[in-house]
């Protein structure tokens, strides 16, 4: 995806993690705490809708067969047919990626536009799977370990281990994210103990974006 200048004296913080790893949970904290929220897969369901452009080129290049009967897009049809391959699965992203980037450029001037030094978040799964790092000034990885995130997996989407493992294979390793990342949230004991950490962070990001009107 292409880079887009970030500008302006407010702070986008990107929010990731590893499948089920708790992302919503931490991210509906900060919105608590005054951080707006830009869901990346939220913007990725908008701009498939029926009479989108994205949505003409995928059902133009796919076929009838990935839509549902009310004439959606089924994403997890989708989904199923370029997990395995490269090349289909790069011409869906060149569809799909500039569209989800400027969608998320428009929300973050709608919302700077009314606060100019906000805090916000743009909730990235796949943050550095897909290379977004430049869209934002700080990372926040919401951290569980390996074991967890299969543990988790399993129960939420009622799979197999080994469906679990397959998917997980798809994305970097979660320790691995962590090299990467200003923040670490670790999301593997309660949720008082979560907070406690989202609160400390919270504190962090404020002291930057008032030095950054210094």
């Known amino acids: 995806m292409g880079a887009k200048k970030i500008k302006g004296g407010h702070l986008i913080l990107g ?23 830009v869901d990346f897969d939220a913007l990725a369901r908008q701009i498939v809708e029926p009479g ?14 990935v839509l549902q009967s009310d004439g959606k897009l089924d994403r997890k049809k989708l989904a199923g047919i370029v997990f395995g391959d490269e090349r289909k699965r790069r011409a869906l992203e060149n569809m799909t990626h500039p569209r989800i980037v400027e ?25 550095f799977e897909v290379d977004l790092k430049h ?4 990372v926040l990885l919401v951290y ?11 129960k939420r989407d009622g799979i ?18 962590v090299e990467y990342s200003d923040f670490v949230i670790h999301n593997e004991g309660p949720l008082e ?22």
């Open 144 to 154: 569980i370990p390996r074991e967890m995130q299969i543990e988790r997996l399993m």
């Open 15 to 37: 929010v990731t993690g590893g499948i089920a790893s708790g992302k919503s949970t931490v991210s509906r904290m900060l919105e608590e705490s005054g951080a707006p929220a």
């Open 103 to 127: 969608a998320f450029f428009d929300r973050v001037d709608e919302i700077t536009h009314r606060d100019p030094h906000a805090i916000l978040q743009a909730v990235i799964p796949l943050l």
């Open 160 to 177: 197999s281990r080994e469906a679990a493992e397959s998917i997980l294979k798809a994305q970097l390793p979660i320790d691995e994210k």
């Open 193 to 214: 103990e979560t907070r406690k950490q989202v609160e400390k962070v919270w504190e962090e990001l404020k002291k930057e974006t008032e030095s950054r009107r210094q």
């Open 52 to 65: 989108k452009p994205a949505f003409k080129e995928i059902v133009a290049l796919f076929g009838e067969g």
């Open 135 to 138: 869209l934002v000034h700080k």
